[in-house]
């Protein structure tokens, strides 16, 4: 057996255990170069907000107020009011924890409670290897959580939470960034490009011309709405795969690669023959875009529902972040910011709680004796913000 001198079998001591030689922070400040190239696409983090309140953030952007986004075990968190007069400064929270207890760990334990001052061989690194998978998941959580929100916003013009993503927590509040409803397009009956009721994609609307209607909108944005600048297409990785099978885009495609060709025979078999990359491309020189970006990010959800084995319980479900519906027409470069207020701690001692991100997330940990349990939480008040909403369009291409 091990001795090691700090550890007196308390859950405290189990937490010190965990982080080997390390502070909390110098544990938390380990995972900033290994996350360093982890980016939001199209929004950049913006200073955060040290004497504004939470409120005052969203009333900046002219959106309606986010409440507390939390777990039901996390403690509760008042809502923020939905009206931006009279706002009082609460912070909405996004929150999540890992938990180690004897459910997980009995065994381990049990086995701690015998030893009293004296480990096990291995016992440290199965505590350290919890403690990596619990900050780990919590910091990739909080990065995805930007990428589900931004890619969100980007694709319907508004970041909502609802019964997809939020399933235990609070529903329908929408914050909605006011672009101008005429930037919004919604095809329907047979010019939608595919008509498939379950979203399938497979069955193409017979009056339907992607590459026509990009084009006429980009050439819309241009001339009636003035924007020069050059201009990207944003779709969801499955609209892109039914893109290019597109009978009409393949056509098209194939007369702009050979117009000279004798026949329609010759030209429906150069369609046959292209190339996703190749497709992509010339559809992006024909439209006059800068570039079509694919957006195939997904986010997992935990929510009530029934396991493999037929029995009630929490299980994992993959959503998309990107609207598959919808296109979006939005500036080449940045789109916005992140802006956001520090977390508060309270009730913690200094050294169970960590900064990550110059501060945007707060991971803090602590011990419960009641429940025998150790805590592992994550709490950060973000938000991506859009920073030229008069120059975002977005249309509902397909059913």
């Known amino acids: 057996m091990n001795t090691n001198p700090n550890f007196d079998g308390t859950l405290a001591s189990i937490i010190a255990l965990s982080l080997g030689e390390d502070t909390w922070q110098e544990w938390v400040d380990r995972y900033e170069e290994k996350y360093d190239n982890l980016t939001v696409d ?3 983090p913006a200073p955060l907000k040290t004497n504004y309140t939470w409120q005052q953030i969203v009333a900046s952007t002219g959106a309606t107020p986010l409440p507390t986004w939390v777990d039901p075990e996390s403690p509760g968190y008042e809502v923020a009011l939905r009206s931006l007069s009279g ?3 609460n912070l909405p929270t996004a929150k999540q924890f890992y938990r180690f207890n004897r459910v997980i760990m009995r065994e381990q334990l049990q086995l701690l409670q015998a030893c009293q001052g004296n480990l096990p061989p291995g016992m440290q690194e199965i505590f350290m290897s919890l403690m990596d998978e619990s900050t780990d998941g919590l910091i990739k959580s909080y990065h995805n959580a930007k990428v589900h929100m931004a890619d969100r916003i980007n694709s319907t013009g508004y970041f909502i939470l609802a019964a997809d993503n939020n399933p235990r927590g609070y529903q329908d509040v929408k914050i909605d960034f006011n672009i101008p409803t005429s930037h919004f397009d919604t095809l329907t009956g047979a010019k939608r490009w595919f008509t498939d009721a379950d979203g399938s994609m497979q069955t193409e609307g017979k009056d339907s011309d992607p590459i026509q209607y990009c084009k ?3 050439k819309e944005i241009r001339r009636v709405y003035h924007i020069y600048a050059p201009i990207d297409i944003r779709m969801s990785s499955e609209l892109k795969d039914a893109l290019v099978e597109h009978s009409k885009v393949r056509k098209k495609i194939a007369v702009n690669k050979n117009p000279l060709a004798a026949s329609d025979t010759i030209i429906d078999q150069i369609a046959a023959e292209l ?7 010339r559809f992006t020189k024909l439209v006059k875009a800068n570039s079509i970006i694919v957006r195939d990010s997904k986010a997992d959800v935990v929510k009530p529902g029934v396991n493999e084995d037929g029995e009630k319980d929490l299980v994992t479900v993959q959503i998309d972040n990107f609207e598959r519906k919808n296109i979006s027409f939005i500036p080449t470069g940045n789109i ?3 802006q956001g207020v520090a977390p508060i701690a ?15 997330l707060m991971l803090t940990t602590r011990s419960v004796r009641e429940t025998h ?4 939480e994550s709490e950060f008040a973000q938000l991506c913000v859009p920073s030229n909403v008069n120059a975002m369009f977005i249309s509902t291409v397909t059913a």
């Open 42 to 44: 199209g929004y950049t």
């Open 336 to 338: 916005g910011d992140i």
């Open 275 to 281: 190339e996703e990359e190749e497709i992509l491309s």
């Open 87 to 89: 706002a009082t400064g």
């Open 346 to 360: 309270l009730g913690y001692d200094p050294d169970e709680v960590a900064k990550y991100d110059g501060g945007r």
């Open 216 to 218: 006429d909108k980009i």
């Open 373 to 376: 349990s150790i805590y592992v």
